[in-house]
């Protein structure tokens, strides 16, 4: 058996990009190398995590996953955003499927789509979904609590909590690049955007959210800054991420020859000693390690970590939060792994989840506790 390169559209992704003037960049940041991919190494587990547990979940007609799933763990729960627009709640003791949040509809209740941006809020025990004009609440049961609403008139394409009472709503290409307002839609404040340019398409480009000491951050496919969102500061610039000629830009996406030398969607995950960022590259899911103490960066090939902790299969990452890394592998990667491997591999009791897995059962969850 084969693995399958994963392989993104590229027109997906970078359709309707403008040429985009760099914002000034504030002098003592620290800069993330990415200009030079070539130079790869293995990127183990064991340097992000101390310990993992792992996790097989229940795999049944109501409850599979699929493709590119986003798992967050709480410490009774597994949440499992699936491909098809579902919204899944596991036992973390020992796998079992409990049932589904919400359901995508039309309904008062209902949600148009799952957001991938910190759906899941273990202090208020809620987990989050898209509407077309805000977000929906649900408790950790599914029972529906409420709607968040966007500005009247705005234009945000993603939505983030970030205070009590206070959700943080991006704007692409707008004159306001980001609005903070309350659950009634009140904005409290809006931050301006200095990198305005004329809009090419009607298409909407990436950003992505990630937590660290206590605040979101921001990551956009067209701003090489990191910035923390902060309710009363506003945006603060935190890092720099140097892309060199795989920028993202308008220009080199008007040639398939150079748009699949460009870096997609670009992730971020951060641990005290670390900068994890996860991005597209010809095609195929990259990890890089950023070690913020030294200043150093090292690329993996491949967007999995090495399982060095226990001689397992490749983990590919999902979330962080409340100092739990989660990743996962698929019942298709573990497979390829198993080919490999010599026969007594199945014998270790640490990967006891491992062994009766089928080529279409659900993914198994591994959670690390962050270092």
Known sequence: MNRMKLKFPLWILAAGLMACGGEKVPEGLPTVDLTDLSRTTELNLSEVVSDVEYVKLETNDSCLIGARPLFCVTDEYIFALAARDQIFRFSRKDGRFLGE????????????????????????????????NGLVLYSFEGKFLERIIRPEGSQCLEYVKIAPDTYAGYQFNSEEKMLFFDKAGNVKARIPNPTLQPMVAMVVPYSDYFMYDGKVN???????????IDPEAGLIPRYVLDWGSRKVTLEKMTSPTTSQDLCFSPKALETDE???????????????????????????????????????????????????????????????WAEDQPADWADNPRLAAFRSVDEMDNPIVVIGKVK
């Open 101 to 132: 949040i919400g359901s995508a509809g039309q309904g008062p209740e209902d949600y148009s789509r799952p957001t991938s941006v910190l759906p899941v809020d273990e202090e208020a025990r809620t987990v989050a979904a898209n509407l077309a």
């Open 274 to 336: 670390t900068l994890i960022i996860r991005f597209n590259y010809q095609g195929v899911p990259r990890v890089s390690f950023y070690d913020k103490r030294a200043g150093t960066i090292r690329h993996s090939a491949e967007g999995s970590l090495v399982n060095d902790l226990d001689q397992g299969a490749p983990v590919t990452l999902s979330s962080l939060a409340d100092g739990k890394l989660v990743g996962y592998v698929t019942a298709e990667a573990l497979l390829d």
């Open 218 to 228: 921001l990551v956009e496919i067209l701003d090489d800054t990191i910035h923390a």
